[in-house]
């Protein structure tokens, strides 16, 4: 059987990560929770060269296992970590419920001039209002206003606010 790699590349690029998910199942016969399209395209395309082409040598398993016999592994968990005696000194605590964040508190309302339009969100302990429609992040309302993706904080100049204080 002759593997055309190239286009069963083509062929997953074009599937979701649930597809791409049930092919891993269906090549290699074990579940994954992953979710990283190039890392199962990856490991179904070599799944499928393995078996039209052999897999790996028995000398390449004899290799790897005794690299593996070799390996310093850890057995036992890190030690606690100790903090130093000012640690104290140079930590803030916030009272439960304070956002350490850079995001504006509730209430807050945010503008922005964009395409000679003015768009206004509010900040809302559930997420962000625009338009009578809540959010959940600036970033989903930039996306919403321009129809691709943005960083929130970039999109309304929050990142420059910090830098001119």
């Known amino acids: 059987m002759e593997l055309n790699v190239a286009k069963e590349v083509a062929r997953l690029q074009k599937m979701t990560c649930g597809e791409l998910r049930d092919q891993f ?13 190039k890392w199962l395209i990856r490991r179904i395309i070599w799944r499928m060269q393995a078996s039209v082409e052999g897999g790996l ?19 036992t968990s890190p030690a606690s970590r100790r903090h130093s005696d000012d640690a104290g000194k140079r930590t803030q605590a916030l009272p439960n419920g304070v956002q350490a964040s850079s995001l504006p508190l509730p209430g807050t309302l945010i ?4 395409k ?3 768009i206004r969100v509010r900040v809302t302990p559930q997420g962000f209002e625009f338009e009578g429609e809540l959010f959940r992040s600036l970033s989903a309302v930039a996306k919403h206003v321009t129809g691709s993706h943005w960083s929130g904080n970039r999109f309304f100049k929050l990142d420059q606010q910090d830098s001119n204080q």
């Open 25 to 37: 199942a269906e090549v290699t016969g074990e579940t994954t929770h992953a979710k990283n399209r």
């Open 57 to 75: 040598s028995e000398h390449a398993i004899k290799r790897i296992r005794e690299l593996a016999d070799g390996a310093d592994l850890r057995v």
């Open 111 to 114: 503008t922005r001039s964009y």
């Open 116 to 118: 000679g339009r003015e």
